[in-house]
T-cell receptor, first 116, second 109 residues
Framework: ETGVTQTPRHLVMGMTNKKSLKCEQHLGHNAMYWYKQSAKKPLELMFVYNFKEQTENNSVPSRFSPECPNSSHLFLHLHTLQPEDSALYLC???????????????FGDGTRLSIL | GQNIDQPTEMTATEGAIVQINCTYQTSGFNGLFWYQQHAGEAPTFLSYNVLDGLEEKGRFSSFLSRSKGYSYLLLKELQMKDSASYLCAATDSNYQLIWGAGTKLIIKP
C-alpha cells in the first residue's frame, strides 16, 4: 500500500474533452505534488502545494489547472489537451519544511493519459 | 544549469552485483535520493545521502561524494524482481528536487 491513491489509472480523451485526475494521500503529509513522466525523460515537476497553498508552478500551460481543497486531496483539471500531453501523471506527497523537500516523497501509481 | 546524469540502461545477471552511477550539477546541494520504479508502478524511496560515505540497507547500498558531485547505488545478490528503473534525484540550495531520467536495469537469469 503506497498511502497515495490516484484515479483513474488510465484515461483516454479527445483534445476537446474536459476531465480531472484525482489524488488522495493518507499519510498526514503537508505537501503534495503533480509530476509528468514521459518516456526516457526526467520527472517534470508541474505543481507543488504546501499547506494547501500553491508554492510552485513550473511554467505549465493553462490547459492544466490544479486544485487542492485540503491537505489530503489534490486534483488536476484537464481541458483542450494536445497529443504531446500524453504521459504518465504522478502525484506525490511528503512532509516538507516550509516548502523545502527534506523528506522522501511518496508516489501514487499514476494516471496513464492518452490524448487522441 | 542544473543537471543529473545517469546511464539509460544496464544489464546484469541474477546473483551478481551491479553499480548504478549518478553525477549531479546543482546550485547548492542538500542531499541525494534514490528511488526504484517498476514498470507501471509508483516510484518508491530507497535511500537518502547527505554526508559523504556509504549507507547500507540490506542488499542495497548508496554512496555519496559531495566533492565529486557523484553518487552510486550498489545492488548485491541481484534478484529478478530487481528489474526496474532506478531514479536519482538531488536537492539544490532551495531544497528543490532535480531528477535524473532514470536507469533501466535488466536482470538476466
Amino acid at each position: 500500500e503506497t498511502g497515495v491513491t490516484q484515479t483513474p489509472r488510465h484515461l483516454v480523451m479527445g483534445m476537446t474533452n474536459k476531465k480531472s485526475l484525482k489524488c488522495e494521500q493518507h499519510l498526514g503529509h503537508n505537501a503534495m505534488y503533480w509530476y509528468k513522466q514521459s518516456a526516457k525523460k526526467p520527472l517534470e515537476l508541474m505543481f507543488v502545494y504546501n499547506f494547501k497553498e500553491q508554492t510552485e508552478n513550473n511554467s505549465v500551460p493553462s490547459r492544466f489547472s490544479p486544485e487542492c481543497p485540503n491537505s489530503s486531496h489534490l486534483f488536476l483539471h484537464l481541458h483542450t489537451l494536445q497529443p504531446e500531453d500524453s504521459a504518465l501523471y504522478l502525484c506525490a506527497s511528503s512532509q516538507d519544511l516550509e516548502g523545502a523537500v527534506v523528506g522522501p516523497q511518496h508516489f501514487g501509481d499514476g494516471t496513464r493519459l492518452s490524448i487522441l | 544549469g542544473q543537471n543529473i546524469d545517469q546511464p539509460t540502461e544496464m544489464t546484469a545477471t541474477e546473483g551478481a552485483i551491479v553499480q548504478i552511477n549518478c553525477t549531479y550539477q546543482t546550485s547548492g546541494f542538500n542531499g541525494l535520493f534514490w528511488y526504484q520504479q517498476h514498470a507501471g508502478e509508483a516510484p518508491t524511496f530507497l535511500s537518502y545521502n547527505v554526508l559523504d560515505g556509504l549507507e547500507e540497507k540490506g542488499r542495497f547500498s548508496s554512496f555519496l561524494s559531495r566533492s565529486k558531485g557523484y553518487s552510486y547505488l550498489l545492488l548485491k545478490e541481484l534478484q529478478m524482481k530487481d528489474s526496474a528503473s532506478y531514479l536519482c534525484a538531488a536537492t539544490d540550495s532551495n531544497y528543490q528536487l532535480i531528477w535524473g531520467a532514470g536507469t533501466k536495469l535488466i536482470i538476466k537469469p
